[in-house]
């Protein structure tokens, strides 16, 4: 048996494949124009990219029409960050890619007829141009999965009629199956236009699928819901379930009397996807409207004394590499950006720009203004048809067995009744509260309760990176935004008095006057869902204002909670609840672990708090992590089995392996094997770093980019 590759750009990175599939499987392959030698036994891998939905359609009629005898594994380029694998096509039995493309597009509820004209991206641009061997590799072991599994088809055909999606940013694949939808006869082909073909697609792939998965009755039809709390939460939770579930009766309560703190807030990259795929909301509106600034990772004034910083950019990163040639921070062009105070919008001419994250080559997330920023998400629900009550609630009523709420009773004595309730009051946990949720502090490990906040005028220099400044008594941030640097001190109460820190900020700035004191908790409760409560953000929990874990985890609960809302109604058992309320325990307590790594290894200062931080933090609950990264580490470099067996411990993919790396390795916490890696790429790496320091010379300042992304939307 051969294995034939057809690619018409002939790319390293399929030349690549073939020279592992040869050494490392044992693989007869080729590369093939000629499709008359393929036999009978032969398998076709066609990679396609580059391509429209309209050329693929058309490609295979003419693969049903002509190849009627030939099976063929399609492997194709799909958004910006994900490769399809599958599914393997055989005539009459099995999809072919245009089948599993128009799956995906209508999975999305995309218009399909839109995106006839749109090209699949190349491989190179989702694999990347260089640094692209460990995904080389996973993609290679995949694809000898699949040759494996041609080689006995006949035992069950059934078995391949199926995509796997390769997902690039979480390095995970997705498992679906695709109903042969397209495996009709050929003259039907010739009598129809594209247009009139497509309609007949949706209409086969929909009843498809309302064949094998219809309920007898919508589940959310004629339900209600009520929010409790504006803000952040109340605001995303309320557009995500109108967007998700239009069907909804969605009314949120909020008083006037409780400002919002209008303070910098940094994001993750998860909060992009989430603000314009989940809940699809234009992205130049929300520039236009919110006025961010870019994020494109943290700046850490942290780990060795004197004035060392490290960089913990998002995105693509060589720390290693970076480290073993000099300097940590040169492991990434968005790492680069960071150290240069670059923007990411790169000026061809005088007229023209080019975007470098359009599509997203660098990770970035946003600094918002939370006042414009919750304004903006307030206008957007109510358009979606969400009720908003001004008012404040005055009881909370139980159910006779203590296990649901009730009702609601405002301060002006109106009674809400509704199915379901999300709490969002923030610390009050007015909702969650009351069901006697347990409440599991963290401040064994995490000892800052207490911020002091304040604006300082950057006069128009903007900095493309949240900075996290070690200061004597706890740490202070800076976001900035297109006003000023909003800045906060963060500090333990019982270790530091407010004089105390003020004392410190003014030797820093003598003018300071104007400040807000912000208290917190950390911690978090046993149930994010109890009853018909669901809790979100910081009524649940908060960890502390390092790594902007806030907006986060408010994103990580909603998008749980839509998704599994049919299901939670019909939750008669507690086991799904239970199931969730685990699922996010854990990633909260990972989140507290992953933090006090920052704290135990600080050692910019020696005064006593942070005296108290190395002393005292106990980071024994992930011991055999630490203890793997100083025998064997950076983790990153660990072989495929044993980053296999780490994949449980870390539950949260943005603060995972490659995230307790960079944060241990950039405080100095060097593992023991380091200095066995050898250093083989050094004139490539220098090659590398020139390229981008010269990419990052081009860029326009911070100050200019969003009217240049209002003018130039294309760039978005």
């Not at 029409?65 to 099995?94: M, R, W």
């Not at 994949?647 to 995972?656: E, K, M, T």
Request: glycine letters at 6%; proline letters at 3%.
């Amino acid at each position: 048996m051969t294995i034939h590759f057809i690619e018409y750009e002939e790319s390293k990175i399929c030349q690549s494949i073939i020279k592992q599939l040869q050494e490392k499987y044992n693989f007869s392959c080729c590369l093939t124009k000629d499709l008359g030698c393929v036999k009978n036994n032969d398998l076709i891998i066609w990679f396609v990219q580059n391509e429209n939905l309209e050329s693929v359609l058309n490609t295979c009629a003419n693969i049903r029409k002509h190849l009627p005898d030939t099976t063929i594994l399609f492997v194709s380029a799909f958004e910006c960050d994900k490769i399809l694998i599958g599914p393997i096509y055989s005539p009459n039995n099995t999809s072919g890619l245009d089948s599993a493309l128009f799956f995906l597009y209508q999975e999305k509820c995309e218009d399909i007829n839109s995106k006839l004209k749109l090209k699949l991206p190349l491989f190179k641009d989702i694999l990347g141009e260089e640094f692209y061997i460990k995904r080389i590799h996973k993609l290679t072991q995949k694809l000898a999965e699949k040759i494996n599994e041609f080689k006995n088809v006949s035992q069950n055909k059934n078995s391949i009629n199926k995509i796997e999606i390769y997902n690039i940013k979480e390095s995970n694949f997705d498992e679906r199956f695709v109903y042969p939808i397209l495996e009709i006869k050929e003259d039907f082909y010739e009598k129809k236009k594209n247009s009139q073909l497509i309609q007949d697609i949706n209409f086969i792939n929909a009843s498809k699928k309302d064949f094998r998965f219809k309920l007898l009755n919508k589940s959310t039809l004629n339900k209600t819901v009520a929010i409790v709390g504006g803000g952040t939460a109340g605001y995303l939770s309320a557009i995500s379930l109108k967007t998700k579930h239009p069907e909804l009766e969605v009314t949120l309560i909020e008083s006037e009397k409780i400002p919002i703190i209008g303070v910098g807030e940094a994001t993750t990259p998860d909060l992009v996807d989430f603000l314009f795929k989940d809940l699809k909301l234009d992205k130049l509106d929300f520039y236009k409207k919110v006025e961010p600034t870019w994020k494109l990772g943290i700046k850490f004034y942290w780990g060795e004394s004197g004035d060392y910083t490290f960089n913990y950019p998002f995105g693509e990163h060589d720390l290693v590499s970076g480290y073993i040639n000099g300097n940590i921070d040169h492991g990434s062009l968005t790492s680069i950006l960071m150290s240069q105070d670059s923007s990411f919008i790169l000026r061809k001419n005088e007229k023209d720009f080019y975007s470098l994250t359009n599509p997203r080559r660098i990770g970035y997330a946003f600094h918002l203004e939370n006042r414009k920023f919750v304004t903006y998400l307030k206008n957007k629900a109510i358009e979606l048809g969400v009720v908003r009550l001004q008012n404040t609630i005055d009881k909370v009523i139980l159910n006779d067995s203590h296990n649901q709420v009730s009702s609601l009773i405002t301060s002006d004595g109106k009674k809400l009744q509704c199915d379901y309730y999300l709490d969002c009051s923030g610390f009050k946990s007015l909702l969650i509260d009351k069901l006697d949720s347990q409440y599991f502090s963290y401040n064994d490990n995490l000892i800052t309760d207490t911020a002091i906040s304040f604006n300082v005028n950057h006069k128009g220099e903007i900095k493309p990176y949240t900075y996290a400044e070690s200061m004597k008594n706890g740490w202070c941030w800076n976001i900035p935004l297109r006003d000023s640097d909003h800045r906060g001190y963060v500090y333990s109460s019982k270790l530091s008095s407010e004089n105390d820190i003020i004392d410190e900020l003014k030797l820093k700035y003598p003018n300071l006057t104007d400040y807000k004191v912000i208290r917190f908790k950390s911690g978090r409760h046993n149930s994010f869902i109890k009853g018909n409560v669901a809790a979100i953000g910081n009524s649940y929990g908060f960890v502390e204002p390092l790594e902007s874990t806030g907006i986060h985890m408010i994103t990580e609960h909603i998008k749980i909670l839509t998704k599994s809302f049919d299901a939670l109604i019909n939750d008669r058992t507690g086991t799904l609840k239970g199931h969730l309320n685990r699922h996010i325990a854990n990633k909260w307590d990972y989140l507290k672990w992953f933090l006090s790594i920052h704290y135990k290894y600080n050692k910019k200062f020696d005064s006593p708090f942070w005296e108290f931080c190395r002393n005292e933090i106990d980071v024994s609950k992930y011991q055999h992590i630490l203890d793997l990264y100083k025998s064997d580490g950076p983790l990153q470099m660990l072989n495929n089995s044993l980053s296999d067996s780490l994949r449980f411990d870390f539950v949260d993919s943005l603060f995972g392996l490659k995230g307790v790396d960079n944060i241990l390795l950039g405080q100095g916490v060097i593992p023991n094997s380091i200095d066995d890696i050898q250093n083989v790429g050094h004139e490539l790496w220098k090659y590398n770093v020139n390229t981008w320091m010269n990419l990052s010379k081009r860029t326009i300042p911070l100050k200019e980019d969003i009217e240049i992304l209002v003018q130039n939307p294309n760039l978005i």
